[in-house]
């Protein structure tokens, strides 16, 4: 073997471990964030059986919304959450709509405390007015929500 060639071969090698070991640290930053509350894989309804979070993982949760009556079933969203301590927090998530802007959710703070989850957050009301054909959203805030963990 030639020292050009043998130098070739080294150079791959390196450069084949470099990226195996890139690929490696971007998986472990994928996976940082820690699940001490165990929450992944939960799912947590509200009282009225409107809302319900389900934890994909410590850093995404599905919101659904089940209105009873409503033609369109159940709205599910995936949306970003974080935790500071008991505390988590989910990031704010509207749509727009030939109707307008709907607020889907909104400053959304819940405290975790074992099997339940007390929230306070902003969603939206659709209301039809007598003789329209059209819904209204308006902002409806909601305080001291509790979300139990389902078995």
């Not at 073997?1 to 640290?25: D, E, I, Y």
């Not at 819940?110 to 969603?123: E, L, N, P």
């Not at 209301?127 to 139990?148: C, M």
Request: net charge negative; charged share 20%; glycine share 8%.
């Amino acid at each position: 073997m030639t020292r050009h060639a043998c130098f070739r071969s080294h150079s791959l090698g390196a450069l084949c471990f470099t990226l195996l070991l890139g690929s490696c640290r971007e998986t472990q930053k994928a996976s940082t964030a820690e699940d001490k509350h165990h929450l992944q894989g939960t799912e947590w309804r509200d009282t009225t059986g409107i809302f319900s979070l389900h934890f994909n993982s410590p850093e995404d949760v599905e919101l659904s919304l089940n209105y009873e009556g409503s033609p369109m079933g159940t709205l599910k969203y995936d949306i970003p959450c974080h935790f500071s301590g008991d505390t988590i927090y989910i990031d704010d998530y509207s749509k727009t709509t030939p109707f307008g802007k709907v607020t889907i959710l909104r400053s959304f703070r819940g405290i975790v405390r074992g099997t339940s989850i007390s929230a306070g957050f902003v969603t939206s009301d659709a209301e039809v007015a007598p003789g329209s054909t059209f819904p209204t959203f308006t902002e409806l805030p909601l305080q001291e929500v509790i979300f139990n963990k389902k078995p």
